[in-house]
């Protein structure tokens, strides 16, 4: 059985390196313990979790937060992340726990059970909100996390996110080069989340680049007739941009049902939609959720050194599909 003196000859290390080093201890670089971490991989070390608990009164667990929204247990966006998650929490000897509640306080009262009685010190945010309760209680413990999506303006955390500004520009530049749209509308939540806010500044600046006018719309929550006033206010519009592909393709059965004859190019992100849902005028951006819920595990627990800001983040890239 391969043991920790096996790693640090190896490496020409100390058996103490060689333990700190696989405990993330940051007195260690990161340099030291990737090299540490790839060795124990490559040459099959298996550490006694148990025993590794009880000391360090730490679980080799990392805690999954989602956020409260009536749409996440049917958005294979995030079925995406976990997967990308659990194969580098496997390779890495971690499991994960989800925290998912119907209210704000169930999902605090969730994360602190998780660290006061299950001692997980590692957490993975799936949003990230400004002023956000979950957020503020996580910075006043002693535990490490990660936000899928960048923190607002003035705030600083960990967190892996896309190029949101040019995932917008790309996105209206598509329907305006590709289909000729000549009056594509944005399509956004009333939420002015930080991903939406640059979504839309990239639609802005393709729109102004293209000497158009721009024309932005608020989608509301409720399943009622404001997309129908809007649309019939607009017959203009021939592209829809939407902030995701839920609410695409909401905009576009509203659309076909005020002008079922008239046809009009979508576009949404997070290619999240089954096949038999749309057809050749629907679009998505794929947003890679396995390669961010990868990136965010490898961010968490490589975490970068004080200092190190700009490691402080991962971007992932986007494709048109």
């Keep these: 059985m391969v043991t920790i003196r096996d790693i640090a000859k190896r490496l ?17 670089s990161i340099k ?17 979790y ?35 998650m659990n194969a580098q929490l496997n390779q890495r000897n971690y499991v994960l726990s989800i925290a998912i509640g119907d209210s704000t306080e169930q999902v ?32 006043n413990e002693d535990v490490d996390f990660v ?21 917008g520009f790309d996105g209206a530049n598509f329907l305006i080069n590709e289909f000729h749209a000549q009056n594509p509308v944005f399509v956004q939540t009333h939420n002015d989340w930080p991903f939406e806010i640059d979504r839309r500044k990239g639609y802005l600046d393709a729109i102004n680049q293209a000497g158009k006018q721009p024309i932005v719309f608020s989608i509301p929550d409720a399943d009622d007739g404001v997309p129908d006033q809007f649309i019939k206010d607009h017959p203009q519009m021939d592209g829809i941009v939407a902030i995701d592909d839920y609410s695409g393709l909401k905009m576009y059965h509203r659309f076909k049902m005020i002008y079922p004859d008239k046809d009009i190019e979508v576009l949404g992100y997070n290619n999240s939609l089954p096949a038999e849902l749309t057809d050749t005028h629907f679009h998505s951006v794929d947003i ?28 992932v890239g986007h494709q048109i599909v």
């Design 147 to 167: 936000t899928i999506g960048k923190p607002a303006a003035g705030q600083d955390w960990l967190y892996v996110d896309n190029d949101n500004v040019k995932a």
């Design 288 to 315: 890679h959720p396995g390669e961010m819920g990868k990136s965010a595990v490898q961010l968490l627990l490589d975490k970068p050194e004080d200092g190190e800001a700009a490691n402080r983040h991962i971007i």
């Design 32 to 48: 030291t313990r990737r090299n540490v971490h790839q060795m124990a991989e490559k040459l099959g070390y298996q550490p006694n």
């Design 50 to 84: 148990n025993a590794k608990n009880l000391t360090n009164r730490e679980a080799n667990t990392v805690g999954v937060v989602f956020p409260v929204n009536n749409r996440v247990v049917d958005n294979i966006f995030y079925v995406g992340i976990l997967r990308g």
């Design 12 to 28: 020409g290390l100390s058996v103490s390196t060689v333990s700190r080093a696989l405990n993330d201890n940051k007195r260690i």
């Design 108 to 139: 605090i009262d969730n994360v602190k059970s998780m660290i006061t009685r299950a001692q997980i010190k590692h957490f993975i945010l799936l949003y990230s909100h400004q002023n956000d309760p979950v957020i503020e209680m996580l910075q």
